[in-house]
């Protein structure tokens, strides 16, 4: 271990660290652009001046190893004067895009223009043009002339995701990132540029142009796209979830995320999700029903089959659910038949060990290691084929299905698995997102009952790792929504509808949606309403 | 030498005080202001002990802050003034939700509305209150507003207006009518009241028994959208304050946000915040004394009166574009400087306003119908009106000459040459005539710096608080960058608490601010002059006629945004 | 038009000179609305400080008494335009109504600057979002507070609804709140 001191305080790091890396560690700032903790060593920016005791000239923190005794200074008048002028510099040719660049609000040049800068500019030539809106790839957009030329995407290709599809083209002035020859950045890695990138540079287009960052809140939570588990935090507010980022976490996914994991907040969002239960019997549909009221309904239907039930449980709810939901359902329907009929159902049981080399598995569901944990506790060793034999045999008549988030993983399966049961008696579907090919297929008795996001409830996930990761709901979006305790709970006849034990008061502390759940006195009096006029656009009451 | 007591002085004061315990007193002094923070069981005997012994006699303010992380929920704040040092105290104590303070009203008659604005805004009980009921909000409103966890725009519709009420008194309940008297309800919607004030009386033919005042019809939850709404954005909501004189609640608000900053503004901007300060004064007057003079039958006066306020509102307009709702001040100065020729327009403005003043004065103050109707009517004592918190003109009308501007000179103004008008017996007559003779007064203000205006900067150019000019907003990333920040993540002063108060138009506007470090006010309390003035009321007008009830209501120049907020 | 100068001195008359004539020809609603649009009465409901811009309005340098609604009464019963300038509160909303039910047809309401128009800048508790949640409106004049001019827009526009006879299409559906 090494001591110095820096800015007044001492500090001991380990040996070969830098000085950035120390300032970093103690929490103190420092103005840089083209460091990152998770990439290699660059120097280019020329912003994380210091100065060091014994040395004429200031030195960049980033590629100084801190040696034993070093006395480190960065809030002198020399070094600010340097960064003002490394700032200035960096500003030269910069368009003034704040009004329209994705960036502002979370942008390295504002922050650090207002935190180390602040002088007056004197610079009077005309800017240089580059290419604006450069097409990089699938998902990213490049803005030539807002890049400060840190070049984090470029090491960013080259060492984490080592697709080496980016450069730095031309000299001086001239300088733009972009795609070699032949190639563009298509990696399943893309996005994470657009989060390192310090300005307004590189843009998702997902995002592009969707909200402002200073109307979003964030929240962390776990990644329910495969069981890796990688922590993230997802931006919502009143209008739905915008986009995910990924959080550090030196355990499971370091600084970074896959693509595929940045559309989960997609299927949280209201358009995606069941916005009533919904019934069908005997040819008629009947939509727009309180879910509580579906689950009370089945759950007469299941009273009658009590023997003939099956429950069939996907990997993608959290531990807690599993316990009370097959609790109960054990204690309901019982074993008497000998078989728990609960069955483990996993689209990706084949492909459950690949591995892309980085950080996105095989297998899909987020919790399957949990769900497994929780059938060991309770001694049910029931794979899928079972469940083939068992309704081959006519031992299942009713069938209640925990149905996958993201469906686009489970397409096939989801065919297979409506096929399956399209033949039984009577179906309970749980499902937070719309499910096409089952109100399609299923002609006999359905019901199906909207679930809550996993976004929407509090939990462990348990990773392929054996890592239980706990994390707490970001905000409600479908209120009535029920959670798999709940459903199976209520369904099992029991009234009282158990909530799981983390669902408690962290829950209610969270705030719905305004236009869910609006309290009473702010709806308009009746007779207000009555009088509310609903102006037609277009309609020629007017000469 | 005004001798200001020091802390120490005061704690080996309070240690000979049995009861007092002192040992739990935290005594804080930060940002120019003096602070103390007191167990709620020693409130009263405290409050009688500054009031006889310290002789700070004014009780300026009382309100309530809430800490919704706490114990102890609630801050109850008072705010005391010795009228003769300038001194101010303020007293601070932490109260719980379902536990209650004991109430000052024994000591100040002008803490009832204070009490009960503090019980309705976030339900602080007050023991041995009269009549702590909702002030503000209407009766079927449910829950108390500037708690943290009531939503700002959760809106509460009402049905109901409530019948004839009165005040509590021992022996007589304030519901009950006495059915031998005539109930009258005067307003909301009345010529005579001002807008939405609404007066409530028993008459025994035309004398007055009892009389009530309700408001509240114009509450606009200032207090909580300057919680909701960054530092700067809460500039055009002080406007609508006294919507008469807006410059000068712009120059309260900046000058208290200033003062939590720490920085100086610059001497060319004092010298014309002064200008509008004096300008508002006046076309404050001039709505004072001109619907004064309607309510008694006097149309002439308005009309000529009001030329002058158009020649006001044209120099607003000048400098800044709009007539009446102004938002002229920001925070480090003001908006803009200046433009050419501004400065004699007002000296023009000066000298027809001059003329202006004899002719009214000549028209209502002697005219013999008015000197009736409003000498004699409504006398109040100086100690009188000290106990309920009168300040401004109507203070002044009683015979005490107390004006901040001499007390506790800001922006220079000790080193203009003016005088304060005070009147004799507190009568109608004498608030009219103080009011015409400081509409002179500040003429003469206007004029003095008009002709030696400083040189300088309108405003200070430090980029965290102040914005850049157009030029550099749009010329420029680095102007770019410092406006989009600024507007966006806000200015954000230090953690701490001031309270700060200028000589508005109608007394002491003060603006007591809390600060967490956040980009938005924590707390924003505005002490309104008419606020303490209109409590009054009642006790004033027993014993008067119906018509004298109407002429106390113009000549207190009640403005229901100011009061109602 | 011309007259020539021997017919005036005789008395002779050009039977097609209408204005000469004694009577002229109209319809009934035209004599009826120009009546009501030319003098209008209105009922000040000044509460803030529109209100005091509403003072200008009447004032000398911006007449409304040229577009004949200088008789201002106080009273419902004996106006016809309910002229609310000014933020109208949750708690002033029944007086409001109260009011606007004791004016006698025709009437019209002009909501003057934004707090009466939509709530203004104050999403508030206690400040009701458009005095056309509990009255029909005619005319919303936008400002904050609107100039004097934009006011007498407003009012000349009401003028021509009244000519058109056009009131807005909320105004029959209108039912008043039971009390």
């Known amino acids: 271990m090494v001591k110095c001191t820096i800015n007044g305080q001492t500090v001991e790091v380990k040996e070969g660290t830098t000085v950035i890396e120390a300032m970093h560690q103690e929490g103190m700032k420092i103005a840089h652009y083209c460091w990152h903790p998770g990439l290699s060593v660059a120097g280019v920016c020329r912003l994380c001046m210091v100065e060091i005791q014994g040395n004429p000239r200031l030195q960049v923190g980033c590629n100084t190893v801190v040696t034993e005794g070093m006395n480190i200074n960065n809030t002198s008048d020399k070094v600010k004067e340097a960064v003002q002028w490394g700032l200035d510099f960096h500003l030269i040719n910069h368009p003034l895009d704040c009004p329209v660049c994705d960036q502002a609000g979370e942008c390295g040049l504002q922050d650090q223009y207002m935190e180390f800068g602040q002088y007056d500019s004197i610079m009077a030539e005309p800017k240089q043009k580059k290419h604006k809106v450069v097409d990089l790839g699938p998902t990213v957009v490049l803005d030539s002339e807002r890049c400060i030329l840190c070049s984090r995407c470029v090491r960013f290709t080259t060492e984490v995701s080592k697709t080496n599809e980016l450069g730095i083209f031309n000299r001086g002035d001239h300088s733009e990132v972009g795609t070699h020859e032949g190639t563009s950045l298509d990696n399943n890695y893309s996005l994470n540029t657009v989060d390192i990138c310090p300005v307004g540079a590189l843009t998702s287009k997902d995002f592009r142009f ?10 962390k939570t776990i990644c329910n796209g495969c069981s890796t588990g990688c922590n993230i935090k997802v931006y919502f507010n009143t209008e739905g979830f915008f986009r995910v980022k990924p959080v550090y976490n030196e355990q499971v996914n370091g600084y970074w995320m896959c693509d595929q994991g940045r559309d989960i907040y997609k299927f949280a969002n209201k358009q995606a999700r069941y916005q009533g239960g919904k019934r069908y019997n005997q040819g008629q549909w009947v939509t727009d029903e309180a879910p509580g009221h579906v689950a009370m309904q089945a759950s007469k239907v299941i009273a009658q089959n009590k023997n003939k039930t099956a429950l069939i449980l996907t990997g993608q709810y959290t531990v807690e659910e599993y316990e009370i939901a097959i609790q109960s359902f054990l204690a309901s329907v019982g074993n008497s038949i000998g078989i728990k009929n609960i069955y483990h159902w996993n689209s990706h049981i084949s492909e459950i060990n690949n591995f892309d080399g980085t950080l996105l598995r095989g297998d899909r569901n987020p919790n399957t290691k949990g769900l497994i944990k929780v059938f060991e506790k309770y001694n049910i060793q029931t794979q899928v084929e079972d469940l083939e034999k068992a309704i081959e045999a006519g031992q299942i008549d009713t069938a209640i299905v925990a149905g996958p988030e993201d469906l686009t993983y489970y397409k096939q399966s989801n065919q297979k698995m409506v096929s399956l049961i399209s033949a039984l008696k009577n179906i309970v579907w749980l499902q937070s997102t719309i499910n096409p090919e089952l109100e399609e297929k299923v002609k006999s008795n359905l019901f199906i009952i909207p679930m809550k996001s996993y976004l929407e409830k509090s939990g462990t996930f348990i ?28 369904m099992m006849g029991d009234q009282k509808a158990v909530l799981p034990a983390a669902e408690t008061a962290a829950d209610h502390a969270v705030k719905p949606f305004v236009q869910e759940s609006r309290p009473a006195s702010q709806v308009m009096a009746e007779e207000r309403k009555k009088n509310e006029f609903i102006y037609k656009r277009g309609a020629t009451n007017e000469r | 030498m005004k001798h200001l007591i020091s802390f120490d002085e005061l704690k080996s004061d309070f240690v000979k005080n049995q009861s007092l315990q002192v040992e739990k007193y935290i005594f804080i002094d930060a940002f120019g202001d003096q602070a103390i923070e007191v167990p709620k069981d020693d409130i009263v005997v405290l409050m009688q002990f500054l009031f006889e012994v310290k002789q700070f006699d004014f009780l300026i303010d009382i309100c309530g802050v809430d800490y919704p992380d706490r114990a102890l929920r609630f801050d109850v704040v008072y705010h ?27 000591v100040w008659k002008g803490a009832d509305w204070f009490e009960r604005e503090a019980f309705d805004m976030f339900g602080i009980k007050f023991h041995g209150h009269p009549n702590l009921r909702k002030i503000l909000t209407h009766h079927e409103f449910v829950g108390h507003p500037l708690r943290k966890d009531y939503e700002a725009s959760r809106q509460q519709s009402c049905a109901t207006s409530l019948p004839i009420h009165f005040d509590n008194e021992p022996g007589s309940p304030g519901d009950v009518l006495n059915p ?11 010529p005579a009241m001002h807008g939405t004030l609404r007066v409530m009386a028993e008459l025994d033919g035309e004398t007055i028994v009892r009389a009530n005042c309700e408001i509240g019809y114009l509450h606009r939850c200032f207090e909580k959208m300057a919680e909701t709404h960054p530092y700067q954005q809460v500039i055009p909501y002080t406007d609508r304050l006294n919507y008469c004189s807006a410059p000068m609640n712009n120059i309260g608000y900046c000058k208290a946000v200033e003062r939590l900053l720490e920085v100086e503004i610059p001497p060319k901007a004092q010298a014309i915040r002064i200008i509008l300060a004096e300008l508002s004064r006046i076309a404050d007057h001039i709505v004072a004394v001109g619907t004064g003079g309607v309510d008694l039958g006097a149309l002439s006066a ?3 009166l009001f030329v002058f306020r158009e020649k006001i509102y044209d120099i607003f307009e000048k400098l800044c574009g709009a007539r009446l709702t102004v938002s002229l001040t920001r925070i480090g100065g003001i908006g803009n400087e200046p433009p050419e020729g501004w400065y004699q327009l007002i000296l023009d403005f000066c000298d027809s306003m001059d003329k202006e003043i004899d002719e009214i004065s000549r028209l209502m103050l002697d005219n013999k119908i008015f000197v009736k109707r409003t000498m004699g009517v409504t006398p109040i004592k100086p100690q009188e009106a000290v106990a309920w918190g009168y300040t401004g003109p109507l203070l002044r009308a009683t015979g005490m000459a107390h004006d901040i501007r001499k007390l506790k000179p800001y922006y220079g103004y000790d080193q203009l040459d003016f005088k304060i008008p005070v009147g004799t017996s507190g009568d109608i007559y004498d608030r009219y005539l103080v009011r015409i003779e400081e509409m002179r007064e500040s003429v003469k203000i206007v004029r003095q710096i008009c002709k030696n205006i400083p040189e300088g900067d309108y405003t200070i150019r430090d980029k965290s608080i102040v914005l850049p000019e157009k030029k550099d907003v749009y010329g420029n990333i680095e102007g770019l960058m410092n406006h989009f920040m600024l507007i966006i993540k806000g200015i954000k002063p ?4 001031v309270y700060d108060a200028t000589e508005a138009a109608n007394g002491e506007l003060g603006y007591y601010l809390v600060s967490d470090g956040s980009a938005a006010p924590y707390r924003l309390k505005v002490r309104p002059p008419c606020f303490a003035i209109y409590q009054s009321f009642p006790s004033i007008v027993k014993g008067s006629m119906i018509a004298d009830a109407i002429a106390a209501v113009a000549s207190m120049n009640i403005i229901a945004g100011e009061l109602d907020r | 038009m011309s007259m020539s100068l021997d017919s005036a001195m005789t008395g002779t008359q050009n039977h097609d000179d209408l204005t000469r004539s004694f009577a002229f020809t109209t319809q009934l609603d035209a004599v009826m609305t120009w009546g009501q ?11 803030a400080c529109c209100g005091i811009e509403l003072m200008s309005v009447m004032g000398p340098k911006y007449d409304l008494a040229r577009f004949g609604a200088e008789v201002v009464r106080f009273s419902p019963r004996q106006s016809d335009l309910l002229l609310v300038a000014g933020t109208i509160t949750e708690k002033m909303a029944p007086v409001l109504v109260r009011i606007y039910r004791q004016m006698l047809e025709p009437k019209y309401v002009l909501s003057m600057g934004v707090c009466a128009s939509s709530g203004g800048f104050y999403r508030a508790y206690h400040v009701l979002q458009g005095i056309d949640k509990v009255i029909p409106v005619d005319v919303f004049i936008p400002g904050c507070p609107p100039t004097p001019e934009a006011v007498l827009d407003g009012i000349m526009l009401l003028q021509k609804m009244i000519k058109d006879q056009n009131p807005r299409p909320w105004k029959q559906n209108w039912k008043a709140p039971e009390l």
Not at chain 3, 40 to 46: D, F, K, Q, R, S
Request: proline share 4%; glycine share 8%; net charge positive.
């Open chain 1, 463 to 490: 990773n392929f790792n054996g890592i239980e990761q706990s994390f707490r709901a970001v905000t409600t979006v479908m209120s009535q929504a029920l959670t798999l305790g709940q459903a199976i709970g209520l």
């Open chain 2, 302 to 304: 308005f009309f000529h």
């Open chain 1, 210 to 219: 969707k909200q402002r960052v200073w109307y979003l809140k964030e929240q």
């Open chain 2, 180 to 190: 031998k008297l005539l109930p009258l309800n005067i307003g909301p919607s009345h």
């Open chain 2, 494 to 497: 230090p953690q701490g608490e």
């Open chain 3, 37 to 47: 649009r030319n003098s209008l009465w209105p009922l000040a409901y000044g509460t």
């Open chain 2, 80 to 106: 005391l003034l010795n009228s003769i040092t300038g001194q101010r105290l303020r007293i601070k104590s932490q109260v719980a939700e379902n536990e209650g303070v004991e109430s000052v009203i024994q």
